[in-house]
């Protein structure tokens, strides 16, 4: 149940940055460049091209995050080595803290003192997301580590 709640709670994000990345305005302070961005601070030239080309990769990253939390706790997901789900399950599980942070950060609105890149009722859908990601992963993790071993 938790996994299916985590999955709720990552739907708006992905939704937003999809709609971004296909040139969708609502939510963005007037003039910013999500893409643009992306090349202003480094990114690599394939996740700008992505970004420019309606793929946004924190999306694809958000729902690889869900598929992960569902392998761990559906039975196709026993035909995969545990630690091959429990590894990224466990690094994923730093979401809820950078969810926390995020959320602590909007509400005292400090962290940055630059113009602001998005309007503030985007910041739910990023914080629920981080949230809900990372704890599905936490407690899917929870469950795959403390089922027992099936025999083949």
């Given at each position: 149940?938790?996994?299916?709640?985590?999955?709720?709670?990552a739907?708006?994000?992905?939704?937003?940055?999809?709609?971004?990345?296909?040139?969708?305005?609502?939510?963005?302070?007037?003039?910013?460049?999500?893409?643009?961005?992306?090349e202003?601070?480094?990114?690599?030239?394939?996740?700008?091209?992505?970004?420019?080309?309606?793929i946004?990769?924190?999306?694809?990253?958000?729902?690889?995050?869900?598929?992960?939390?569902?392998?761990?706790?559906?039975?196709?997901?026993?035909?995969?080595?545990?630690?091959?789900?429990?590894?990224?399950?466990?690094?994923?599980?730093?979401?809820?803290?950078y969810?926390?942070?995020?959320?602590?950060?909007?509400?005292?609105?400090?962290?940055?003192?630059?113009?602001?890149?998005?309007?503030?009722?985007?910041?739910?859908?990023?914080?629920?997301?981080?949230?809900?990601?990372?704890?599905?992963l936490?407690?899917?993790?929870?469950?795959?580590?403390?089922?027992h071993?099936?025999?083949?």
């Amino acid at each position: 149940m938790v996994v299916v709640l985590g999955s709720v709670a990552a739907a708006p994000y992905v939704a937003l940055k999809t709609y971004w990345s296909c040139g969708g305005r609502a939510g963005l302070a007037d003039g910013f460049d999500v893409a643009g961005e992306f090349e202003k601070n480094g990114a690599p030239d394939a996740l700008v091209w992505l970004e420019r080309h309606g793929i946004d990769f924190t999306a694809v990253l958000a729902l690889t995050g869900v598929m992960l939390a569902f392998a761990l706790v559906q039975p196709w997901g026993r035909r995969l080595p545990r630690w091959l789900l429990l590894t990224p399950a466990w690094a994923g599980t730093l979401l809820i803290p950078y969810g926390l942070l995020t959320a602590v950060l909007a509400l005292t609105r400090t962290g940055s003192h630059a113009a602001p890149s998005v309007t503030q009722w985007v910041v739910p859908a990023g914080v629920g997301a981080f949230l809900g990601i990372g704890t599905a992963l936490g407690v899917g993790a929870w469950s795959r580590l403390n089922q027992h071993a099936v025999p083949r």
